[in-house]
């Protein structure tokens, strides 16, 4: 690591008439795209200092794709372990611009169902809520609520 570190070095120096060279040191651009070619950085390699940027906060976007149709607004992902995705956590991240990923250690029946519960959820509201008559008994909104995990289930005669 010494020999290529100073090697970087003698690159750097050789190279610093050539490129902008700030009063705090190179700026991401050199470090990057010029000097930086085909080079690996530890955290030990590069100092960011706080400093002067030329927009606004509103001009950066932080958007990613996961896949070709998914895009997320924060690029934040939730790992897909029993212990911490599930609908509830999948709905969270998705509320926050993020994406939570369905672990798969339940069987398909209930990864369906907690994923049918993370797309019926928007903002709070149910926009396409499962309602019952009331001819439907005790039994059926007991199964209702055990598979979608609703607290309560609308009685309507239409």
């Excluded at 010494?2 to 700026?27: C, I, K, N, V, Y």
């Excluded at 990864?111 to 797309?119: F, G």
């Excluded at 005790?138 to 607290?151: H, L, M, P, Q, T």
């Amino acid at each position: 690591r010494a020999a290529a570190a100073g090697a970087w070095a003698a690159r750097a120096a050789s190279m610093a008439d050539e490129l902008h060279f700030g009063g705090d040191g190179f700026s991401a651009e050199d470090i990057f795209q010029k000097l930086g070619r085909g080079t690996a950085y530890t955290y030990d390699d590069v100092i960011c200092l706080p400093g002067h940027i030329g927009f606004g906060v509103n001009d950066v976007s932080l958007e990613t794709k996961l896949s070709k149709k998914i895009s997320l607004r924060l690029p934040f992902v939730s790992s897909p372990m029993d212990t911490v995705t599930e609908s509830e956590m999948a709905i969270n991240m998705a509320l926050q611009g993020g994406i939570g990923i369905i672990h798969y250690n339940n069987t398909i029946e209930e990864q369906a169902a907690l994923v049918r519960t993370v797309k019926r959820y928007k903002n709070g509201f149910i926009t396409d809520p499962i309602v019952l008559s009331p001819n439907h008994t005790i039994a059926d909104v007991d199964r209702i609520k055990s598979e979608n995990g609703f607290s309560g289930i609308p009685i309507t005669e239409d």
